[in-house]
């Protein structure tokens, strides 16, 4: 076997960074990949694999894995917690936002970036890349960086998939070729947790990609059990037991300008959330469950807080359900139209959660239990076009 996923890591860190200058040669630039800013497992999956195979393909110009969060905010994300600890690699070998900046000071070189789990930067990582190299994602193409190919820098890959890292493993997979039996087989159980968690355990928004993926690591990873391991994860995901609901709402969580068409734009937070609002209400109560919206949405200074609710019963039957709220009167105006206007995509039923109902929030179970954050948003943003 060649170097470790640890192996790498550590080279980054105790050699490759000390010695950059001498390294990276005349004209430094700095190599990164960049995961998307809800930092979710498929975002750090995705970007640990990609560096780690191009660094067994070509370790002369090797990539920092980035996750696009300030470190401090990972112990809120329990599942990729646990499965790198499963993994025994240290997330102290892991580089986050105010690393890119440290790193930016110190070496004083461009940052090329190749992106993964998203197609344009996001968040810190916006203000300091100065050009995309790659991108490998499945989300909603943007139809930037489209100069990618004719620079002949790295791939540009954007295919509908169940998981990022799927699209990652294949694209590697492919290029490594026989090499990959030289990979750690830390990376493929990486890969595995990303797209098992993504398909809820290959049964939900399996795409060729993933089906591809999911055969190659039956192939290359032995002793383990697959729906054992996907339990474990998932058990991980859904603990966020004794978490303040500041911290639930900001564990996977994005935002969003989008334009109106009569001009100007509504900024939308987004809080993705793995148990029902019930839970929350029962959790944290009406009290705090508004004073908490209320501080985040003002701290965050955003028009209107989303809360995406999604969760699998006990029956193993999935729901989601969707959660507006907005402070001005022109904002829960702005939110009345919307919720109208995405009600027949979305299937949304209003329901009450509140005790005492509270205008400022409108509460929906959504029936269209396919569409995730990355179907409400395209929806969303055409929404706000037609006001
Ligand atoms: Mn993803």
Not at 336 to 364: G, M, N, S
Request: hydrophobic share 35%; aromatic share 10%; net charge neutral.
């Amino acid at each position: 076997m060649g170097e470790t996923v640890v192996g790498f890591l550590n080279y980054l860190r105790n050699s490759y960074l000390r010695e950059f200058s001498r390294i990276a040669g005349k004209n430094p630039r700095l190599q990164i990949v960049c995961g998307n800013e809800s930092a979710d497992l498929d975002s750090v999956v995705s970007a640990i694999t990609y560096a780690y195979f191009s660094y067994i393909k070509d370790p002369s110009r090797p990539f920092l894995p980035v996750l696009n969060i300030l470190r401090a905010d990972l112990e809120l994300r329990r599942d990729i917690v646990w499965v790198l600890k499963q993994r025994n690699i240290p997330y102290g070998l892991l580089y986050f936002q105010e690393d890119i900046q440290g790193l930016r000071n110190q070496l004083n070189c461009p940052i090329d970036a190749v992106l993964v789990d998203h197609n344009d930067t996001q968040s810190t990582a916006r203000e300091l890349v100065d050009s995309v190299i790659a991108i490998i994602d499945h989300h909603e193409d943007l139809g930037l960086h489209k100069d990618i190919l004719e620079r002949q820098c790295g791939p540009r890959i954007i295919e509908k998939a169940g998981s990022c890292s799927s699209l990652v493993y294949n694209y590697w997979n492919g290029l490594l070729g026989p090499q990959m039996n030289r990979a750690d087989t830390r990376a493929p159980c990486l890969g595995l947790a990303a797209l098992l968690i993504d398909t809820s355990n290959m049964s939900y928004k399996v795409e060729q990609p993933d089906v591809q993926a999911h055969k190659s690591f039956r192939g290359s990873i032995r002793d383990l059990d697959f729906d054992e391991y996907f339990a474990q994860i998932r058990r991980a995901k859904d603990d966020i037991v004794g978490l303040p609901l500041r911290d639930v709402l900001r564990k996977d969580y994005k935002e969003f300008d989008f334009l109106k068409g009569r001009g100007g734009a509504i900024r939308c937070g987004m809080a993705s959330v793995v148990k029902p609002l019930q839970w929350l209400e029962r959790q944290f109560q009406d009290q705090e469950f508004k004073a908490t919206s209320s501080k985040f949405l003002k701290e965050r200074n955003q028009d209107v807080l989303l809360i995406l609710t999604s969760w699998t019963d006990d029956e193993n039957r999935f729901s989601r359900q969707l959660a507006f709220y907005a402070e001005t009167k022109q904002n829960t105006e702005t939110v009345c139209k919307l919720a109208d206007l995405v009600r027949d995509k979305l299937q949304l039923r209003p329901i009450q959660i509140l005790d005492i109902p509270d205008e400022r929030f409108r509460f929906y179970a959504q029936e269209n239990t396919n569409a995730s954050r990355k179907q409400v948003v395209p929806y969303m943003e055409e929404a706000c076009r037609q006001l």
